[in-house]
């Protein structure tokens, strides 16, 4: 049977939960359509707004956007004001004020500065909006520290040692700091696991969200910290799904110095706790999230995008709404694809825009800033889709990474672009209803 809605989106990550929220808000009926998780759920959970700019590290993400508006107009944040760096700017505050409001303090940042956080490679990371657990990981901040980098026995994507050499290494050579800190390698066990390899992120952070398990861990950390002297504890990502925060809480509070997490590998247990936030938050307010559920096609007349066919495992289904959000992802996600020779956006048949200088089959090996990150579909000031004949689709928005002029792999800005374009889409679908 043909369901109506007021809103459907397409995708359930960053993008399209936020803009299923924003439409959510005013009292709309919205269904969420989405084939499974995207990139969303990998990502490392802390949301980038702009990294570098010039392949030079950005300290104040806020000046850099600014200028980024000014000399790349169609920059999805030049896009959000229309070219307006204020206007711009207002979206991206009121967009991360309302990302805050939902994750209920779980997380921290502020737009005008930039964290530099460690990975589990000992390497670094410039984000802006972070899990409150990495807020005491600013590597800006512990140029003269002693840290205590603690592993956890069997879990090998973790390796205390290697990061210890590793992030010593980088933060004196790299971050040119005059000072140099120094990382001390322990580990501890989860006894309650019951084995002492292969173990992964996921089986850790589910003991930990177990009071036994957490007393247990938190019992060997309290010894380790009385046999060096330490002014900081990193830790894997792994402090639980559902008490992560208060995880924390306890560590600090028992163990008397700032603990933090660092920024992990997928599967991502904070960009999971992520992935959890965003449909919780959704949920709460009456979204229907759909899953496992794809959109092969939409049903256009007139520039109208009247129906959506999807298919599930079971069965096929018309979805029908008064407007549509298309939030799928880029090539990760298959929101597009890219056949070696021909990209696709697969739903609605919209043009891929994409730098012609290129052959991108023959450049298929290149690293960082590789012209297909730019790759994507191109919206109007209001988020609406260019479509084949150079018109717009009346009641189809974008969002997210589908959309193209931007690199988000080298300039670091991709959940920024995904919450900001993704709160842009729902007050715009939302005002058009
Ligand atoms: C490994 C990795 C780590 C990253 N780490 C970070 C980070 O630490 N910080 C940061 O800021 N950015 C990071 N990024 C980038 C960031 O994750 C993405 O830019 C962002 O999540 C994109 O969000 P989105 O909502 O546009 O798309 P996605 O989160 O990819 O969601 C797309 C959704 O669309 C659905 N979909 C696609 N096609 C269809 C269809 N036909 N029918 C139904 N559903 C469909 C997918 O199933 C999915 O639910 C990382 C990316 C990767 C790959």
Redesign the pocket.
Known sequence: MDIHYDAII???????LTAARKIAEAGKKVAV????????????????LLGYAQNKLVLNPEDEIRNLIRTSPKHPYAILGNGDDKKALEIVKDSIKDFLKITNMAYVGDTAQNIVLSNYFGTY?P?CIIPLTMRHGNLLELTDAKLMAVGVRGYAEFNAKFFAKSLHYVVNSFLRQTTTNEVVPKEITIPSLGKDKDITSIEIAEALDTEEAFSRFLEQLKELITEVDVDAVVVPAILGYKNWVKNHTILEKELGVPVFEC?SL?P?VP?QRLQQILENAANDIGVEIHRG????SAHIENNECKTLE?VSDIYRQTFKADVYVL????F????LYFDGNKFYE??FNLPVHRDNRNNFSERRLESGNHRIAFAGIQVNQAMKPIAQNGDVLTNLFA????LANYD?ISE???????LTT?YLAGVNANNSL
């Open positions: 397409i995708g359930a990550g960053m993008a399209g359509l989405s084939r499974g998780l995207g990139t969303t759920n990998m990502s490392t959970g802390a949301i980038d990371r984000s920024l997928p991502s960009g559920l794809q959109v092969l999807t939030a799928s992802g880029s990760i996600a298959e929101g697969p739903v969002a997210g990474s589908i988000y670091k800005s991709g959940l920024g672009v995904a993704g």
